[in-house]
Nanobody, 121 residues
Framework: QVQLVVSGGGLVQAGGSLRLSCAFS????????MGWFRQAPGKEREFVAT????????YYLDSVKGRFIVSRDNAKNTAYLQMNSLKPEDTAVYYC??????????????WGQGTQVTVSS
């Protein structure tokens, strides 16, 4: 079964950057699309970004477009979320997820543990 391990969260000032990593194991990474989600206190989990198996297609939440970049390294079985120009409203627990890439919409059925991202004003 797929296992996902997320790392890279932390505390950063507004305007700063963080990079999250999601290490994938248990199946063939290049068969899977990878997604990033977040959940802020008192709010529902929301989609942030996703990347196709090849990296050729990416999709973003409107509010992070131009600030966040999703990428992957299929040789390292790892997906990344580079977060730039962070804002206090980006504060949340961030999760990665995996879905067999059979085309959109992706059905995520494997989830990593969350990592806290806190952006101070």
């Amino acid at each position: 079964q797929v296992q996902l391990v997320v790392s890279g969260g932390g505390l950063v000032q507004a305007g700063g950057s963080l990079r999250l990593s999601c290490a994938f194991s248990g199946r063939t990474f290049s068969f899977y699309a990878m997604g990033w989600f977040r959940q802020a206190p008192g709010k529902e989990r929301e989609f942030v970004a996703t990347i196709s198996w090849s990296g050729g297609s990416t999709y973003y939440l409107d509010s992070v477009k131009g600030r966040f970049i999703v990428s992957r390294d299929n040789a390292k079985n790892t997906a990344y979320l580079q977060m730039n120009s962070l804002k206090p409203e980006d504060t949340a627990v961030y999760y990665c997820a995996a879905a067999l890439d059979e085309g959109v919409p992706y059905e995520y059925d494997s989830w990593g543990q969350g990592t806290q991202v806190t952006v101070s004003s």
